[in-house]
């Protein structure tokens, strides 16, 4: 009888199929660390980490580490408030819940990490839907 199960981050792996791809997509890749192994199971660019913990830089592909619970490259970070991105994965902030949405007159601009009505906001460009920031809140 066959056993249906599949690894977890960072155990040892031959394919990307072995690796668990029930929460996110998982890769089996080299993680760049010695002590397990040549392939393990392990996140791409935005793959969710985890919020600390010793092995959690080794749930990353490559060189990636694990920042803000991400997976992303040294020094890039997550794109904060007013910064342009593709999906909601990119934004992140410990002041206020980001979406990427549209900003500008009417919803009509570019796609930037932004927050909603009454939300915490420096400009224009860190609020959605066509919202303006007025006296650091989002307003319609």
């Known amino acids: 009888a066959q056993t249906d199960f599949y690894l977890g981050l960072g155990a040892p792996c031959y394919t990307d199929l072995q690796c668990d791809q029930r929460d996110q997509p998982v890769y089996c890749a080299d993680n760049q660390f010695d002590f397990d192994g040549g392939y393990n199971c392990c996140l791409g660019q935005f793959g969710f980490c985890g919020y600390g913990g010793q092995y ?12 803000d619970g991400y997976c992303n ?11 342009t991105c593709q999906n ?29 009505v009454n939300s915490p906001c420096d400009s224009d460009d860190g609020c959605c839907d066509g ?3 007025r006296y650091g809140s989002c307003q319609y």
Not at 56 to 67: E, F, I, K, T
Not at 74 to 83: A, M, V
């Open 73 to 83: 490259y040294p020094g890039s970070g997550l794109r904060q408030q007013g910064e």
């Open 56 to 67: 959690a830089d080794s749930y990353c592909c490559g060189s990636m580490v694990c920042a």
């Open 88 to 116: 909601d994965i990119q934004c992140g902030s410990l002041r206020v819940f980001l979406t990427c949405g549209t900003v500008g007159p009417y919803g009509a601009g570019q796609r930037r990490c932004c927050a909603g």
């Open 131 to 133: 919202a303006f920031c």
